[in-house]
């Protein structure tokens, strides 16, 4: 394995690591939304309108 190589898997893992990072960030946050609108809907007294 020659460095050249090695740079170029560890450049890869970075990215792919990146992207789960920016991933689980924009899973949080949408969560974190979901529940707020949840929690205001129930304070208000309003239900599911299925």
Same mark, same amino acid.
């Given at each position: 394995?020659?460095?050249?190589? #090695?740079?170029?898997?560890?450049?890869?893992?970075?990215?792919?690591?990146?992207?789960?990072? &920016?991933?689980?960030?924009? $899973?949080? #946050?949408?969560? $974190?939304?979901?529940?707020?609108? $949840?929690?205001?809907?129930?304070?208000?007294?309003?239900?599911?309108? &299925?």
């Amino acid at each position: 394995m020659t460095l050249l190589t #090695s740079l170029r898997e560890l450049d890869w893992t970075r990215g792919i690591r990146f992207w789960i990072l &920016v991933a689980a960030i924009f $899973a949080t #946050s949408e969560t $974190a939304f979901l529940f707020r609108r $949840a929690a205001l809907m129930h304070r208000k007294g309003g239900g599911d309108n &299925v």
